[in-house]
């Protein structure tokens, strides 16, 4: 049984419930709140998460002897710093009480122990009392023209203390990434040869040498030379091979670490030249991108361990055996820190489609995110709300569903190569009575995996393209370096591939953007017997006088482009049809802040005219972007929205409109 936890807790409990309470919109009656969906399910058990992007730092803080974890998360709406008790009976089982928040989030944040005491960081500030007032004791111990030289394009400027030398005193590591040389977006040539440099990491040294007064800043040298890192996101200095002196670990922007032997002594360091980390003599890589790694010895065998925030929330841990070889310390292979089942989360930017995949009568959720899986989540009650399972990655031929950019298929760079946004929808696109899945990703090369199981245990073929009976070449956007190939169909990035009967003659068409973000309504026909796709038309306008918020706007000619911006800012428009207000037309909502509602008018001189009606609801749920779908789970035959947000949770509005729809 623990004890001895700080009375201050509890005011955390309560500050939470009101913070969640703000956040969630946890008032389900009242008008236009987003509740963010629950598990709902005792016992459950899944990966420990916040929203997108988590920085872990194992601490004890409610000293009861074993390490929690607060996780500083910096995303909206999932904003915060996070406190996750460790809940494990021993320290051989990790598991983990679902989160309290604690604080606002803080950017670039670092936190170490020292003496027993959590020392926390950002650039030039050390937070006093950090355990009990967080952050309202800021103490600025150096100004920022001491250090402003070194830092350029930063996405990382991230400091810690620590007795470099061991002379007694706290001297300042700062590890400050480099982007400048990167430019992050549209550098591919026509080979799909990245033109722009690589992302740089460096580390530097600022020596104590008397009560606030500190020498200026110099590389720490490794191999003899200043460290060079493929961006960097945290330097470790802790006796990772267990012989008294420093060693140095690195994270990047991507998904590896480095691994830098101190050969010298501890009073006197020596850095050796980098290797990558190695697990079983393979070059270990991470699932996702945007690596934090902290250093704890979270099983208090006396071995430094490494705990590891990933992109999309989650933490992973790999523990430090404490035996080490010629590439370094011997870690146990990577796996994700569990916590109390509380919030329903699929990854970040998560994409969903609400159906019943499994046909037994309620409605399940499959979903596609930023690390390009597709996942199902199964509705497990059918009640409202629903009770979930853990979600699972979907299989296709056999093998698991991951499409990421790879080197080239990201327009803004290499640098983005483990992601895959994967959007989609799910209808029975060739009509043979089984559901199957379109889906678009970081490629914009639209495809569809072929549901070859049963009805009610579905089985996917291989992905094969979405193709399309173009009277000439295909069009893509004018800022791909590769070309479509065949009759496929080539569009802008991350946005939603809709399979939707828009035209009511019983055959499955899409709805999309095109290769230059119009809105267009791509005919489904038969010929001979066999289902054909026409070119996109531009069918879509909006409402006279109206100017579009969020880049939704009419060309010169009228036309509805969805998203004006090109490269990089292209695409990423998530969106379903329903008739959203119960006038007998088919509406919009398309994703913004959080949704807004495209009112559809009629049609007037062949097209669609839509009005925007504005956000659904007053709470922010975007920082880049939101997908949303269409449920019914309180059966009544209105549709109501869910909104899968960038933090991979999901936020449920009751259909306001309820007076005007007919039950």
């Known amino acids: 049984m623990k004890t001895n936890k700080p009375i201050i807790l509890k005011g955390f409990f309560l500050i939470s419930c009101v913070v969640l309470t703000l956040i969630c919109g946890a008032q389900p009656n009242e008008s236009n709140q987003l509740t963010r969906v629950q598990y709902n399910h005792t016992d459950l058990h899944t990966d420990l998460g916040v929203g997108l992007w988590a920085w872990p ?22 904003n915060g710093l996070w406190y996750f008790e460790n809940n494990g009976d021993d320290q051989n089982e990790l598991l983990f009480k679902a989160p309290v928040w604690l604080a606002e989030s803080k950017r670039n944040l670092q936190l170490s122990v020292i003496d027993n005491e959590i020392m926390a960081m950002t650039p030039g500030v050390v937070y006093r009392d950090f355990k009990h007032s967080f952050f309202q004791k800021p103490d600025t ?15 990382f400027n991230l400091w810690r203390q620590v007795d470099y030398d061991l002379d007694g005193d706290l001297d300042l590591i700062l590890a400050i990434d480099d982007w400048t040389d990167y ?41 003899g030379q200043p460290i060079d890192n493929y961006s960097i996101s ?42 990558f ?17 902290t250093a704890a010895d979270m099983d208090q065998d006396g071995h430094m361990d490494l705990v590891v925030g990933i992109e999309d929330g989650r933490v992973v841990y790999l523990r430090n055996t404490g035996k080490t070889n010629s590439d370094g310390p011997i870690f146990q292979k990577p ?42 989540i199964e509705n497990l009650d059918g009640g409202n709300p629903p009770q979930w399972a853990e979600p699972k990655y979907l299989q296709a031929d056999g093998k698991t569903i991951l499409i990421q950019a790879g080197e080239n298929g990201s327009i803004q760079g290499p640098a983005e190569k483990k992601w895959g946004y994967t959007t989609l929808s799910v209808v029975d696109w060739d009509n043979d009575g089984l559901l199957d899945i379109l889906y678009n990703s970081i490629w914009g090369k639209v495809g569809w995996f072929k549901n070859i199981g049963v009805p009610g245990k579905p089985a996917l073929a291989a992905s094969q393209p979405l193709e399309v009976a173009w009277p000439g070449d295909n069009p893509k956007p004018a ?19 809709l399979g939707y009967d828009w035209n009511q003659d019983g055959l499955m068409d899409l709805i999309m953007l095109d290769h230059e973000g119009y809105l267009c309504f791509w005919e489904r026909y038969e010929e001979n ?70 009112r559809n008018k009629g049609v007037q001189n062949g097209r669609t005219v839509l009005e925007d009606m504005g956000p659904v609801s007053k709470h922010r749920l975007a920082g880049h972007t939101t997908s949303p779908t269409l449920v019914d789970w309180d059966k009544n035959g209105i549709p109501d929205l869910l909104i899968g947000a960038e933090d991979g949770h999901f936020y449920y509005l009751e259909n306001p409109h309820q007076n005007n729809q007919q039950k």
Request: include cysteine; glycine fraction near 10%.
């Open 335 to 376: 796996e994700y820190l569990r916590q109390e089942a509380q919030h329903l989360k699929f990854g970040a930017l998560v994409t969903p489609y609400s159906v019943d995949w499994d046909q037994d009568g309620d409605e399940d959720l499959i979903c596609g995110n930023t690390a390009g899986h597709i996942g199902f």
């Open 57 to 78: 730092f194992p601490v004890d803080f409610d000293n009861d002897g074993d390490l929690d974890l607060l996780v500083n998360c910096p995303d909206k709406p999932f």
């Open 183 to 223: 430019g992050w977006d549209n550098a591919f040539n026509e080979a799909g040869i990245w033109t722009n440099g690589p992302l740089h990491g460096t580390v530097y040294l600022i020596e104590q040498e008397a009560a606030n007064t500190y020498k200026k800043p110099v590389p720490v040298l490794a191999g």
């Open 234 to 275: 945290g330097a470790l200095f802790e006796d990772f091979d267990g012989d008294g002196d420093l060693d140095l670990i690195l994270g990047e922007f991507v998904d590896r670490l480095s691994w830098i032997e101190n050969t010298g002594t501890r009073k006197h360091p020596n850095y050796a030249t980098p290797k």
């Open 141 to 155: 111990i150096i100004s920022e023209s001491f250090y402003k030289h070194l830092v350029k394009k930063a996405r």
């Open 479 to 497: 800022w791909n370096w590769w070309s479509p190939e065949g009759n496929t169909l080539a569009t802008q990035w991350r946005t939603t591939p």
């Open 277 to 293: 980390l190695k697990i079983d003599g393979e070059v270990l890589h991470l699932d996702l991108e945007m690596i934090v790694p």
């Open 529 to 598: 017997g066999q289902l054909h796709l026409k070119p996109g038309q531009r069918l879509f306008t909006a409402a006279e006088g109206q100017a579009f918020n969020d880049k939704f706007t009419n060309d010169k000619d009228g036309l509805l482009r969805l998203n004006t911006g090109e490269a990089g800012g292209s695409g990423r428009r998530k969106f379903c049809i329903t008739d959203w207000d119960g006038d007998g037309l088919p509406d919009l909502l398309v994703n913004s802040v959080n949704v807004n509602f495209l």
